[in-house]
């Protein structure tokens, strides 16, 4: 099965703090994902990754950050966080060969920022 | 602008019959379809992928799929209360395929 762990399932911050939000995947998945889901708004794609150090804009990346140092790794980062960013922030991989595509989710982390 | 819709329900089915969610989709290039559920506090849980026009069916599940009218559905036969979720309707596109989703459809199955 594959196994996507976030570092954190609960995290409070304050605003204009540096915070750093980890993901690991252990399928040797090339693709990795980030979105935000909130309320009426869904799931929306923030940045992902197609390989190491490599780094592509989603949807809505002002405020954030990312970073792809190893393969299984990809870290989120909110350089100065604002209360905007509070959300329910999920990490994704996908094999990112051949037709399946399938994304798999970590169990999210729930962000507060006071 | 990608765009997936689906009904938000909520879409309320007594306990042993058939939950019918429907999704569409404007990006006539997409190539690959899901369905997650998503229990409530819980991160989105695939279900069901489709590539190719028709049925597909997994157990309960069953998802079909019409590019030429960029429609696609879940069915869940014999519904049970466990089954209570929302389900989320994604589609994938993009160099990295990545997923645009829809604003999901809550089920409550009553027993």
């Known amino acids: 099965d594959v196994k996507v762990t976030q570092s954190s399932r609960y995290l409070v911050k304050r605003t204009g703090e540096k915070v750093f939000l980890e993901c690991v995947q252990d399928?040797?998945?090339?693709?990795m994902f980030w979105y935000r889901q909130d309320p009426g708004l869904g799931l929306r794609l923030i940045y992902f990754?197609?390989?190491?150090?490599?780094?592509e804009k989603g949807d809505i990346p002002e405020g954030y950050s990312v970073s792809r140092e190893k393969k299984e790794r990809f870290s989120l980062i909110l350089e100065s966080a604002s209360t905007n960013q509070t959300s329910m922030y999920l990490c994704?991989?996908?094999?990112?060969?051949?037709?399946?595509?399938?994304?798999?989710f970590g169990p999210g982390t729930r962000l507060t920022v006071l | 602008q990608k765009e997936v819709e689906q009904n938000s329900g909520p879409l309320s089915v007594p306990e042993g019959a058939i939950a019918s969610l429907n999704c569409t989709y404007s990006?006539?290039?997409?190539?690959?379809f899901f369905w997650y559920r998503q229990y409530s506090g819980k991160s989105p849980e695939l279900i069901m992928s489709?590539?190719?026009?028709g049925d597909k069916e997994d157990g309960r599940f069953t998802a079909q799929l019409n590019k030429a009218s960029q429609y696609v559905s879940l069915l869940i036969r014999d519904s049970q209360p466990s089954d209570s979720a929302t389900y989320l309707c994604?589609?994938?596109?993009?160099?990295?395929?990545?997923?645009?989703f829809g604003s999901g459809t809550q089920l409550t199955v009553l027993p």
């Open positions: 990754s197609y390989d190491v150090k490599m780094k």
């Open positions: 399928m040797d998945h090339e693709n």
């Open positions: 994704a991989s996908a094999s990112g060969s051949g037709v399946v595509d399938e994304q798999f």
């Open positions: 489709i590539y190719s026009n």
């Open positions: 990006d006539r290039v997409s190539q690959s």
């Open positions: 994604a589609v994938s596109s993009g160099s990295a395929r990545q997923l645009t």
